[in-house]
């Protein structure tokens, strides 16, 4: 059975620092793109970064670009999302979800997701 | 960056209802797109993908069509377990992805 679980969110105050974990079990973690994607309370949904199966390409929403770093370790079946210079309209609900291809050579849709980790940045 | 538009934003339909919602794209993005079922405080469900393609164990009630910039997902009979908020994403701009707004379906 494929399992997406996040870990890692909690509150912290403007301009500090987060890190999300992903912990991927039930399929090969190394054979497909992952992504993060956020939802703000009561908003919708809002893609921000994804990683190729060997982390040689990440991409990322613009409002994030520069302050977040998407990564993996896929000994350890992982996916990271490393928050830095945090706002607070990076306040969401924050998944990570697998796609739907294996060994895909470009992102695509996603077919599971985890449970998702809440991100609240307030002082 | 591609832009997309669901209409209506809020649904109200019955049970037994055929319901539609329309997802427009601000530029052609062949048939890139997939469709997403969300409930209240859990994690998003594709349905369909690559337009008209239905995910594994999704009812056949579920059907989507369309191409370019106009696409449509239709229930055929709501049933109530069907209400819930929808999302349309778009990859043609990949490695780039958007969704749409949103479509929040209700109960009449």
């Known amino acids: 059975e494929v399992q997406l679980v996040e870990s890692g969110g909690g509150l912290v105050q403007p301009g500090g620092s987060l890190r999300l974990s992903c912990a991927a079990s039930g399929f090969t973690f190394s054979s497909y793109w992952m992504s993060w994607v956020r939802q703000a309370p009561g908003k919708g949904l809002e893609w921000v970064a994804n990683?190729?199966?060997?982390?040689?390409?990440?991409y990322y929403v613009d409002s994030v670009k520069g302050r977040f770093t998407i990564s993996r370790d896929n000994a350890k079946n992982s996916l990271y999302l490393q928050m830095n210079s945090l706002r607070a309209e990076d306040t969401a609900v924050y998944y990570c979800?697998?796609?739907?291809?294996?060994?895909?050579?470009?992102?695509?849709?996603?077919?599971?997701w985890g449970q998702g980790t809440l991100v609240t940045v307030s002082s | 960056d591609i832009q997309l538009t669901q209409s209506p934003s809020f649904l109200s339909a019955s049970v037994g209802d055929r319901v539609t919602i329309t997802c427009r794209a601000s530029q052609g993005i062949s048939s890139y797109l997939a469709w997403y079922q969300q409930k209240p405080g859990k994690a998003p469900k594709l349905l369909i993908y690559?337009?008209?393609t239905l995910q594994s164990g999704v009812p056949s009630r579920f059907s989507g069509s369309g191409s370019g910039t106009e696409f449509t997902l239709t229930i055929s009979s709501l049933q109530p377990e069907d209400f819930a908020t929808y999302y349309c994403?778009?990859?043609?701009?990949?490695?780039?992805?958007?969704f749409g707004q949103g479509t929040r379906l209700e109960i009449k």
């Open positions: 690559a337009a008209s």
């Open positions: 979800a697998r796609d739907l291809t294996i060994f895909g050579v470009v992102p695509s849709y996603f077919d599971y």
């Open positions: 990683i190729k199966q060997d982390g040689s390409e990440k």
């Open positions: 994403q778009q990859l043609n701009s990949y490695p780039l992805i958007t």
